[in-house]
């Protein structure tokens, strides 16, 4: 083998190796596909999303903050509607190419129980998520999170902080029902979304 091949070669496993990484989202932890047992997750086959059952889904947690326009938010503030809860960076490419899906599927769906928020992370000035937002046109709420205190709140195997864009569906009774560790087409995010917005919240007392 020559010696400029060499480098050609290594070149080309470089660039496959990068768009591999923009496909299946800005992940350092290479487990973004498999589900925990502890958290009634069954893994989606062939890329689908992991999901949870009704009588196996964990509680989500108390997460609360300041978006990105100043304003006071939580997700307890949404109990009662299904929520999509998107986590993402100005910084990962895979999350420029899924937030207007997001925005798309969330126009759709306005007025429908449906509530969409996102967690803001590891930017470390708020200006560049602002600026992301604004450029891709994001009118939903996305709670500011840099360090990823709420992320870390998740309980153990729900949520890889280290896999970005990962999308949860929360049910009208605050769990955790659905969940993607990569970036989403419109269409991937309705089919995690309809089967749970098709759900009734549980009555008071039976939870």
Partial sequence: MSGTTRPRLRLAAAVAAAAALALT???????SGSADAQTGFIAGKGGAPDTAAVGHRKQAPEISGTTLDGAKAALSDYRGKVVVLNVWGSWCNPCRAEAPMLQQVWDAHKGQ?????????RDTDPANAVRFEQ??????PSLYDPSGTQILKFPKGTLNPQSIPTTLIIDRDGKVAARAMRALSADDIEAMLKPVLAEQATPAGQQ
């Fill in 135 to 140: 450029e891709k046109g994001v009118t939903f």
């Fill in 113 to 121: 129980d449906v509530q969409f928020l996102g967690i803001n992370t």
């Fill in 25 to 31: 989202g800005c992940s350092s932890s290479g487990s």
